[in-house]
């Protein structure tokens, strides 16, 4: 009896969440957690339950790396963290994936690395 309340529950939760998602024109691979979705030509982030993590008002978002994700609006590209915050500010013409705790970045013509306050490293 047990099991079976158990294994109902979970085909509850999952039809539950297979609904929800349906409502997103697309939706992103997970990554650490999170997956970019896709309504109306802008994108977000939503948890595996679910829930909408950032609101859905970027051109592009990317996968998460070290905690924090690229996101893209009118043009420039910035970084947010695991609750939407955005932690870097949208200010890059160009940025990469972060490694070991930085990223390269390009601004005004001008290519350096920043840390994940978004402080250039020297």
Same mark, same amino acid.
């Given at each position: ?5 158990? #294994? ?9 969440? +297979? ?7 697309? #939706?992103?691979? =997970?990554? $650490?957690?999170? +997956?970019?979705?896709?309504?109306? *030509? ?16 970027? *051109?592009?978002? =990317? ?5 924090? +994700? ?29 490694? $070991? ?9 001008? $290519?350096? =690395? #920043? ?8």
């Amino acid at each position: 009896m047990r099991k079976t309340f158990f #294994i109902t529950m979970l085909l509850w939760a999952s039809l539950s969440f +297979a609904q929800d998602t349906k409502k997103y024109d697309a #939706i992103s691979d =997970y990554s $650490e957690g999170l +997956a970019g979705v896709k309504l109306n *030509d802008k994108w977000g982030f939503i948890d595996k339950t679910g829930n909408e993590i950032t609101p859905l008002k970027y *051109d592009d978002v =990317y996968v998460f790396n070290e905690g924090l +994700a690229t996101v893209k609006l009118n043009g420039k590209y910035g970084f947010i963290d695991q609750t939407g915050k955005e932690v870097i500010p949208l200010k890059y013409d160009k940025v990469w994936r972060f490694s $070991e705790g930085r990223v390269y970045v390009q601004l005004n013509g001008r $290519e350096f =690395y #920043i840390d994940r306050n978004g402080n250039e490293i020297k």
